[in-house]
């Protein structure tokens, strides 16, 4: 659409974002990386205090389950995970800007389904931020 003519803006922007610097959209390299960071940290709670170093499959279905309730509990209060910290980024509602856990719940269980996740927007927003009317913003 953009090669036929349409202007769309930059991103954020029909959100009423800044383009850049705090506040405006998280870039897709630093989401990931944040998710790499937590990830792996709830793969070494699984290892080492729930499966107590068996490897296999049971090991990251625990992690699946600790990073659940990671995200519930550190979303749905402050905003943010350890690795979003790291990387300087932060979920926020539209309207009030705090997220409730609810939303927060929402949010954490349509992410570690991962398909919501990976259906972007033309913000880059994924389906679980739409769904549960958030926007992950840098710091």
Not at 2 to 8: C, K, N, S
Not at 16 to 31: C, N, Q, T, V
Not at 93 to 116: D, K
């Amino acid at each position: 659409m953009e090669d036929a003519g349409a202007e769309f803006g930059y991103r954020g922007e029909q959100l009423g974002l800044p383009e850049d610097g705090p506040g405006s959209i998280a870039r897709p390299g630093r989401r990931l990386g944040a998710l790499a960071v937590d990830w792996g940290l709830c793969v070494l709670i699984a290892y080492g205090l729930i499966t107590e170093g068996y490897e296999g499959q049971a090991t990251s279905n625990w992690a699946l389950l600790v990073f659940l309730v990671l995200s519930v509990l550190t979303v749905g209060t402050v905003g943010f995970t350890p690795g979003k910290r790291l990387f300087g980024l932060r979920v926020v509602a539209l309207e009030s800007g705090r997220v409730q856990p609810l939303r927060g719940l929402v949010r954490s269980v349509l992410l570690c389904l991962a398909v919501p996740a990976l259906v972007w927007d033309r913000d880059g927003r994924g389906l679980h931020d739409r769904l549960a009317r958030t926007v992950e913003v840098r710091i």
